[in-house]
């Protein structure tokens, strides 16, 4: 069976039902995961009363993505992915019922809250390439970046949501129970995805290694033109133009003086923007290297406008484009690599999707924080700007040269041996099928 060239509906992939399951579910487990992460950092502020006391509480969340996350990718390429997940959402439920028993019990110390948002990172680093993973084998492949997209729905949705949802429950019932009701969340994923029955993946040529795994899928990835011009955009733009809990506070205190309540505006006005960037980017059936190009100058073009707007309700206005030009780039991103990636090296290259997409946070916000300081916030909201800017455009005249350029191999680097063709064997053309596409030939980014 061909695949389907027709451009999806913006819930098409919800007609699955499997994926339906997985994504309501989901849906619920974000929203309480986000519920938790502002409990949370307020649990620490009251019993600290030190902002970096709660810098360090999230910090360690981040942490074990940047030092153990390509493992976790070797993990959803070795294991049975739906298995993968039920242990680590069991191991989610685990660490908020032990942080609500703690914090009920009065035995709470800032060390075991430490503790358990590293234990948080540690089996987030598993769970998120898994998850991400997961998607190819409840929908078929012409479905993948509509599913893809509805999964940053689902994710953007559950922060706009939970906050709120968080403020009115921790002055109405206290933090205590924001936790446990983050416990109870967990349960409904945990039911959702023992009633789905995903396709059975295809058994690859060589059983991924232990050994030399995660090195594998880096030499993957650098063997693929395509994959480094849209990691490379990515990366930049999230190390440095995707910087908005400092540039937005700085605003709000420094620029326009509206105080928190005007700062939660902000944040609402970007959200806002990012659901319906998401909404318009899920019914892109191919996302392409130009996509995201694209994606990123709009991004920088949409920041530079809004740090020169003079008054506050105009800064508000561009915070809308801002939300929706960075969901249009962050779903093409993420569709782009579902569908071109091939099925033995899926689970590493989304590890390295989430390094790349968060990994670079400790390094722009001090960067951009310290712009910000010395040169006033516009210039570091313009700062980030610039960056997203060039990356793309060098990754535009550079694809070019990768376009013209053909190796002679046409094979990528990284890909298992049984997977490559013997020498003198001629190429073949897979017949079509409903699947995800089988490696491309790296003969340069499909602009």
Not at 168 to 187: E, K
Not at 205 to 230: F, H, K, N, Q
Not at 304 to 317: D, E, I, S, T, W
Request: charged share 10%; net charge positive.
């Amino acid at each position: 069976m061909s695949r389907s060239t027709a451009r999806p509906g913006v819930f098409s992939a919800l007609r699955v039902r499997d994926y339906r399951v997985y994504w309501s579910t989901g849906l619920v487990s974000n929203t309480g995961t986000a519920m938790q992460g502002v409990a949370l950092d307020w649990f620490v502020l009251t019993l600290t009363h030190s902002g970096t006391a709660v810098g360090w509480a999230v910090g360690l969340q981040f942490a074990p993505v940047l030092l153990f996350g390509v493992w976790g990718g070797v993990l959803a390429d070795r294991c049975d992915r739906r298995t993968l997940l039920l242990w680590t959402q069991s191991l989610y439920a685990a660490q908020a019922t032990l942080l609500t028993v703690l914090v009920l019990a009065g035995h709470a110390p800032l060390w075991s809250v430490y503790l358990l948002s590293f234990g948080l990172g540690c089996v987030f680093t598993v769970e998120n390439p898994a998850r991400l993973s997961f998607v190819t084998e409840l929908v078929g492949g012409h479905l993948i970046p509509n599913a893809a997209g509805l999964n940053i729905l689902s994710l953007n949705a559950s922060r706009l949501i939970g906050p709120a949802i968080a403020g009115v429950l921790i002055g109405v019932i206290g933090t205590v129970w924001v936790f446990a009701v983050n416990a109870v969340s967990f349960a409904v994923v945990i039911a959702g995805l023992l009633t789905i029955r995903p396709k059975k993946r295809p058994v690859p040529a060589e059983r991924t290694p232990w050994a030399g795994a995660g090195a594998a899928g880096l030499r993957y990835v650098l063997g693929r033109p395509d994959l480094v011009a849209v990691f490379t955009v990515f990366g930049l733009v999230s190390t440095f133009a995707v910087n908005f809990p400092t540039t937005l506070t700085l605003f709000a205190g420094r620029v326009f003086d509206v105080g928190s309540s005007g700062l939660g505006f902000m944040s609402t006005a970007l959200s806002v923007g990012t659901i319906a960037g998401t909404l318009v980017a899920t019914r892109r059936s191919s996302p392409r290297v130009r996509t995201v190009v694209t994606g990123a100058v709009l991004l920088g073009v949409s920041e530079a406008v809004a740090a020169l707007m003079p008054g506050y309700y105009a800064f508000l206005a561009l915070l809308l484009p801002t939300g929706f030009t960075l969901m249009t780039l962050n779903t093409a991103v993420s569709a782009f690599v579902q569908t071109e990636v091939s099925e033995a090296m899926r689970g590493r290259v989304m590890a390295v999707y989430t390094v790349i997409s968060m990994g670079g946070a400790p390094i722009g916000g001090p960067v951009i924080g310290w712009i910000s300081q010395h040169a006033g916030a516009r210039a570091g909201l313009a700062s980030g700007a610039a960056v997203a800017v060039l990356a793309a455009v060098a990754v535009a005249l550079r694809s070019r040269r990768w376009s013209v350029a053909v190796p002679s191999s046409g094979v990528p680097s990284g890909i298992p041996s049984g997977n490559r063709p013997k020498a003198g064997s001629p190429r073949r053309r897979p017949a079509p099928t409903d699947g995800p596409p089988r490696d491309r030939p790296a003969s340069g980014p499909r602009v």
